[in-house]
Each structure stands twice: as C-alpha cells, then as structure tokens.
T-cell receptor, first 111, second 110 residues
Framework: GENVEQHPSTLSVQEGDSAVIKCTYS??????FPWYKQELGKGPQLIID?????GEKKDQRIAVTLNKTAKHFSLHITETQPEDSAVYFC??????????FGTGTRLTVIP | NAGVTQTPKFQVLKTGQSMTLQCAQD?????MYWYRQDPGMGLRLIYY???????DKGEVPNGYNVSRLNKREFSLRLESAAPSQTSVYFC?????????FGPGTRLTVT
C-alpha cells in the first residue's frame, strides 16, 4: 500500500522564524497533496494543497512545494506566530481517491 | 451549518462491549469516511462510503462495521471492543477539493 513519511515529528521555532516540514510518498500515481493543521481537541483542517501539475503554491505565509521526480513535498511557514502551534499532517491521494496521511509534526512556536 | 458532527465526544468501554459511533453531515456531500488516529501513526482509514448505499474497506477495517444510513449519516460499529481499538475516531466528508473532518470521538477500551 501507499506509504507517506513525514519529518520531523517535532519542531520548535522562535516566533518570526520559518518552519519547514517534509514528506515523501511512494505511489507514483499520487496526484493530490494536501496539508492539514490539527489544533488540540479538534479535527484536522485543510490549510493548503497542491496538485501534481504544479510545483509550488503560496497562500500568504504558507507555501507548499512538490517534486514529483523525487516524490517529495514540503510545507513552508514563514514569519511564524504562536497561533501556528499545532500538529501538521501531510497526505497524498492515489487513484482510488483515498487519502494516506503522514504521521504528523508537532510544531511549537516559542514567543 | 454544523458541518460534520460526531457523537459521543468521549466513551469508555470494557473489553467485549459493543457500541456505535454516530456521524452526520449537513453539507450534502456524497462521500463519507471513518478514520482512527493513534499517537505517532497519523490518521488511518477504516471504512468509507462513496455514496448512499455503498461502503468499502479502508486500510484498517478489522473489528469494525459501518452503515451508510442515508446521505447525511454514516455510523461506525464496534461489535466486541478490544483494548487495541482505544483511539480517537474521526468522521469526514469529501467535497471535490477538500475533506472536512468532524471534532472526533475519544474512545478508551479497558
């Protein structure tokens, strides 16, 4: 089955610094790569996504990059703020339209 | 709009007991999903329903059954709970470009 690996599992940054989370996937048929943010006690919420025909996508302070040749994609958060503290999950979608999730990264932004 | 709702929020079961987790959506989406979330393992798909009247197994279906009662409701049943089923369970629906998750049910099996 599909395997999505996510690193690091925990990440601490100073407020205002950048944070980068990386994921790799195994299924070359994967064509959709969303990132979810999960706050304590809540369900995951989509924050940004990218499709396989695009290399980079930005939305204000967050961006996602995709390298299909290397089968990896990354989340970049710039000018981090305390409210960015949460668990972040990457995922990919194969031809069956089901999502496979990474194991999550707990991001802590230190004021 | 409530989005995706789940009941109960918390549940403690003894080994061997049964229970049903309820999920309802008011977003008029065809697809609905049940995931479990365990520490260090991300979210894993248990069952999904692409449309009313259809259900399919996901990555970890053993020990569970589901019912797609109508377009709005998708329930998950544990017939004989085991400690390995201690987890947080999330229901989700799918729009063309996004999955929407419910708030989760925290289940403990002792």
């Amino acid at each position: 089955g599909e395997n999505v690996e996510q690193h690091p599992s925990t990440l601490s940054v100073q407020e205002g610094d950048s944070a980068v989370i990386k994921c790799t996937y195994s299924d070359s048929a994967s064509n959709y790569f969303p990132w979810y943010k999960q706050e304590l006690g809540k369900g995951p919420q989509l924050i940004i996504d990218i499709r396989s025909n695009v290399g980079e996508k930005k939305d204000q302070r967050i961006a996602v990059t995709l390298n299909k040749t290397a089968k990896h994609f990354s989340l970049h958060i710039t000018e981090t703020q305390p409210e960015d503290s949460a668990v972040y999950f990457c995922a990919d979608e194969t031809g069956a339209n089901n999502l496979f999730f990474g194991t999550g990264t707990r991001l802590t932004v230190i004021p | 709009n409530a989005g995706v709702t789940q009941t109960p929020k918390f549940q403690v079961l003894k080994t061997g007991q049964s229970m049903t987790l309820q999920c309802a959506q008011d977003m008029n989406h065809n697809s609905m999903y049940w995931y479990r979330q365990d520490p260090g393992m991300g979210l894993r798909l248990i069952y999904y329903s692409a449309s009313e009247g259809t259900t399919d197994k996901g990555e970890v279906p053993n020990g569970y059954n589901v019912s797609r009662l109508n377009k709005r409701e998708f329930s998950l049943r544990l017939e004989s709970a085991a400690p390995s089923q201690t987890s947080v369970y999330f229901c989700a629906t799918r729009a063309p470009l996004e999955q929407y998750f419910g708030p989760g049910t925290r289940l403990t099996v002792t």
